[in-house]
């Protein structure tokens, strides 16, 4: 059946990637009504995005896609997913282990994952097929986008034929990737580092260097450091347990298919030959590029169309998720009516500055480290200085994981401390503190405290006065605020939480904490919903 020429929905979304699937799940399940976009019929077989956190894998909980991601994944769940760092080459025998996100676990409610961008928006396409309320579009792209006080306009094209629709919606949400068009036609601008680099992308298969790595069990991604690199890494991703693998490292300004020894660069880099059959050979320029802004007027944009960074660390595709679960829920809550229009700006004013933070004191900051330690120390010249600092590094390696916690303690919707700002810089605690992610915790009822959260606000009452909680009940049903109340007062509750009561936002962050004194309830609800 050939489709309407023209249609109306609530929110249109260009780009079918990870996050564009995603909003369009956090959307759908929401109930409201979605058109997604997507120029490719099927996921490109390219394994980029593959450490999915702990965080991410909420998410999928959320979107009732955690099970079917974890079957999907590409490595035996027996085999360790953890990384490694290496000196000169991988085979040194220098190394340490690498973003070591076990470290965090406590402090979510999943396991970390990890598995091939394709496959994981194979997951996401099958779960966004069960919902009603999300048309999928594949095999179209936008073409043109204009918007007016009353809403959007998408003119979308069929990629291999000749058919046209207009699609009108309340909003549009660009998740169309680094090169958006979304973005541009809204004539939102950015901001670029450029770092000078251009990085091949290699997708290789190689039994051969499975057997070679098999003196490091349980690992499945390396970062190799090299002082002729001045900080810039090359890095090896399994796709597969045995076969396939990706690697990007720079190369020479002018490289091409035909005119590079990309063989002899990975035998260099792992410092033994090795059977290599080419699968795929691409290039990208190593820069960090941020929208100045997350929205103007009915038009939005999320994911690489928002942020892109090199992919030094695992934190785009986590970024980018983050973002759509952020951006969804407030969208939902607008055009049902509960929360006031101003609560959409608080999307770009929370997710901006922490992707600038994970860009500038994580991506960038590793780079400018490697590269002063690299200049510094040389086992050549000063065997036992060296040592002694990769021994420092190694210790040092853990800190990136645990200070890596984006939270909103800035926002204007989140009652967080004086002066406070949105980063991704932060310390996991247990303790419920506006602005961050709630710690799960088991319940008397013997579920845990994810399990429980409603679909809306939650209120933890953790042995508060029933005033308290009488008052912020009232006050969420007078705003049509949709509030579930989970009780809970036993002592170690309150001791673990280090609080009364505690208002979670649809997002699992906390909007507001109290020790039970409640003034204002009127007043916490307006806040927390934006208006």
């Not at 069960?130 to 006080?149: M, N, R």
């Not at 207009?166 to 990737?177: F, I």
């Not at 700006?345 to 480290?369: L, M, N, Q």
């Not at 210790?395 to 909103?408: L, T």
Request: aromatic share 10%; net charge negative.
């Amino acid at each position: 059946m050939t489709p309407p020429a023209t249609s109306a929905t609530q929110v249109v979304i260009v780009g079918g990637g990870p996050v564009g699937l995603g909003l369009a799940i956090e959307l759908g399940q929401r109930g409201i009504r979605c058109v997604l976009v997507e120029r490719y019929t099927s996921p490109q077989p390219i394994p980029k995005g593959q450490n999915l956190t702990q965080r991410t894998l909420e998410h999928f909980y959320f979107w009732g896609a955690e099970k079917e991601l974890r079957a999907a994944r590409t490595i035996p769940p027996d085999y360790g997913i953890g990384g490694m760092t290496s000196y000169g080459t991988l085979l040194s025998g220098y190394r340490y282990d690498w973003l070591q996100r076990e470290l965090v676990r406590p402090y979510y409610f999943t396991d970390n994952e990890r598995l091939p961008q394709y496959a994981t928006e194979a997951v996401l396409r099958h779960r966004l097929s069960q919902l009603p309320d999300v048309e999928t579009v594949y095999g179209w792209s936008a073409s043109a986008i204009a918007q007016d006080a009353k809403g959007v306009q998408v003119t979308i094209a069929e990629r291999n034929g000749d058919g046209r629709r207009t699609l009108h919606a309340d909003y549009v949400v660009g998740c169309d990737g680094s090169r958006s068009l979304v973005r541009d036609a809204a004539g939102i601008t950015q901001t670029l580092t450029d770092h000078d680099r251009l990085m091949v992308l290699l997708v290789f298969r190689s039994t051969g260097l499975h057997r070679l790595l098999e003196r490091y069990p349980n690992k499945s991604f390396y970062n190799v450091l090299h002082p002729d690199l001045k900080g810039y890494w090359k890095f090896f991703g399994r796709v597969d347990l045995g076969t396939t693998w990706f690697f990007h490292a720079p190369v020479p300004l002018g490289t091409t298919r035909d005119n590079f020894d990309f063989r002899g660069l990975l035998h260099s880099a792992v410092g033994e030959e090795f059977d290599v059959e080419f699968e795929h050979i691409g290039f990208w320029d190593l820069r960090v590029a941020i929208a100045d802004q997350y929205r103007i007027g009915r038009v939005f944009i999320a994911g690489d169309a928002a942020h892109s960074h090199p992919p030094y660390g695992g934190y785009g595709i986590n970024t980018g998720l983050e973002d759509a679960a952020n951006l969804g829920w407030k969208l939902a809550a607008v055009l049902q009516g509960w929360a006031g229009a101003d609560i959409l700006d608080s999307y770009g004013e929370e997710r901006r500055p922490v992707f600038a933070s994970t860009a500038r004191d994580f991506i960038e900051k590793a780079i400018e480290s490697d590269r002063a330690f690299l200049a510094k120390f040389d086992p050549e010249t000063d065997k036992d200085g060296f040592e002694a600092e990769w021994q420092a590094r190694s210790s040092g390696a853990r800190s990136e994981v645990n200070s890596f916690e984006p939270n909103y303690e800035g926002s204007s919707i989140v009652a967080g401390p004086p002066g406070a700002t949105c980063s991704a810089i932060g310390s996991h605690q247990f303790a419920a503190r506006a602005g961050h992610h709630l710690a799960p915790r088991g319940l008397a009822s013997g579920r845990n405290v994810f399990e429980e959260l409603g679909e809306g606000f939650t209120l933890l009452d953790l042995g508060a006065p029933e005033v308290a909680v009488s008052g912020i009940r009232r006050a969420a049903e007078a705003a049509g605020v949709p509030l579930k109340l989970i009780r809970d007062d036993s002592a170690e509750a309150g001791k673990f939480y280090g609080t009364a009561l505690v208002l979670v936002r649809p997002d699992q962050f906390v909007a507001w904490t109290s020790d039970g004194d409640v003034t204002d309830a009127d007043g916490v609800i307006r806040r927390v919903a934006g208006g």
